[in-house]
Nanobody
Framework: QVHLVESGGGLVQPGGSLRLSCAASGSIFSKDTWGWYRQAPGKERELVATITKNGYTNYIDSVKGRFTISKNNARNMVYLQMNSLKPEDTAVYYC????????WGKGTLVTVSS
């Protein structure tokens, strides 16, 4: 069983920044790749960014150059630095492995609005 706790969301104006954090605990060591997902109102959950055990990263096109995923293996933490935020980034953000565990956290809401 995996326990995931996301934090750091909030209301920010377009062009602003936020840093999301994810604390992972439980039986997480079987997965080498971790990522951030998001689900906007009325849309499917999508995988936004991933980071491998060796630190290789990948992003969907819409966030490339604006978002940076990182992690602290010793602390079982995953982070998402989000810059130049746009209204279309508004969503609930979740962390999970890729492929994901069935146990999801509650997510953290990011609202980009003026």
């Amino acid at each position: 069983q995996v326990h995931l706790v996301e934090s750091g969301g909030g209301l920010v104006q377009p062009g602003g920044s936020l840093r999301l954090s994810c604390a992972a605990s439980g039986s997480i060591f079987s997965k080498d790749t971790w990522g951030w997902y998001r689900q906007a109102p009325g849309k499917e959950r999508e995988l936004v960014a991933t980071i491998t055990k060796n630190g290789y990263t990948n992003y969907i096109d819409s966030v490339k150059g604006r978002f940076t995923i990182s992690k602290n293996n010793a602390r079982n933490m995953v982070y998402l630095q989000m810059n130049s935020l746009k209204p279309e980034d508004t969503a609930v953000y979740y962390c999970n492995a890729d492929p994901y565990y069935e146990d999801w956290g509650k997510g953290t809401l990011v609202t980009v609005s003026s």
